[in-house]
C-alpha cells in the first residue's frame, strides 16, 4: 500500500463501503514512480449541513456537494507525502447513485478515485484535462468491475 487513507467517519449512514474498501479505492488513483515514498490522505465523512459550510467557505457556494478535496501540495517529509484532505457526505453520494442507477459501491469508488486524482493536481475545468481525468478514473473502475461512470442512461 503506498497510499494509506485515515478514515474519520463523523456520519454514520447505512450501507457506507468499509474503510478497507475506501482504501483500496484511494489508493489505486494514487500514482508515484517513486515507490520509495508513501502517502497520506485524511477521509472526513460528514453530513449535508457540515458539507455545505465547507462549500460555502471554501467554494463560496451555498450548497451541499458530493466531494471537496484539498490537496497539501507539499514535498515529501521523510519518505511520506501528505497528499491532502477529502470530505465526502454520504447523503448526497448515495442519492446521487440512486438518481444515476448505480450501485452505492460503484458512486463511492467514483468519489474516491476522482478524489484523490484531485489531491494530486488533476483538474477538470479545460475540455483537455476533463478527458484525461475521465479516461483514468474509468480505466481505475473498471479494474474494480465497476463501468463508466460518464455514461448516461436515455
Known amino acids: 500500500m503506498r497510499l494509506h487513507l485515515t478514515v474519520d467517519r463523523q456520519h454514520r ?3 457506507l463501503p468499509t474503510d478497507e474498501l475506501l482504501q483500496q ?3 489505486s488513483a494514487y500514482a508515484n514512480p517513486d515507490t520509495s515514498i508513501t502517502a497520506e490522505a485524511a477521509l472526513l465523512i460528514v ?3 457540515t458539507i455545505t459550510q465547507y462549500n460555502r467557505d471554501y467554494r463560496q457556494q451555498n450548497k451541499a456537494t458530493n466531494v471537496l478535496s484539498f490537496p497539501a501540495n507539499l ?3 521523510d519518505g511520506i507525502i501528505q497528499l491532502g484532505d477529502i470530505i465526502a457526505c454520504a447523503s448526497v ?3 446521487e447513485a440512486e438518481q444515476q442507477d448505480k ?3 460503484a458512486h463511492w469508488a467514483h468519489m474516491m478515485i476522482h478524489s484523490t486524482l484531485h ?3 488533476f483538474d477538470h475545468s479545460e475540455k483537455g484535462e476533463a478527458q484525461a481525468m475521465e479516461t483514468l478514473e474509468i480505466s481505475l473502475l473498471q479494474q474494480f468491475g465497476f463501468s463508466n461512470p460518464y455514461l448516461v442512461a436515455d
Do not use: G, V
Open 47 to 49: 453530513d449535508r449541513a
Open 75 to 77: 514535498s515529501a517529509i
Open 13 to 15: 449512514i447505512n450501507n
Open 93 to 95: 453520494i448515495h442519492a
Open 25 to 27: 479505492w484511494a489508493n
Open 103 to 105: 450501485t452505492i459501491n
Open 119 to 121: 489531491l494530486q493536481n
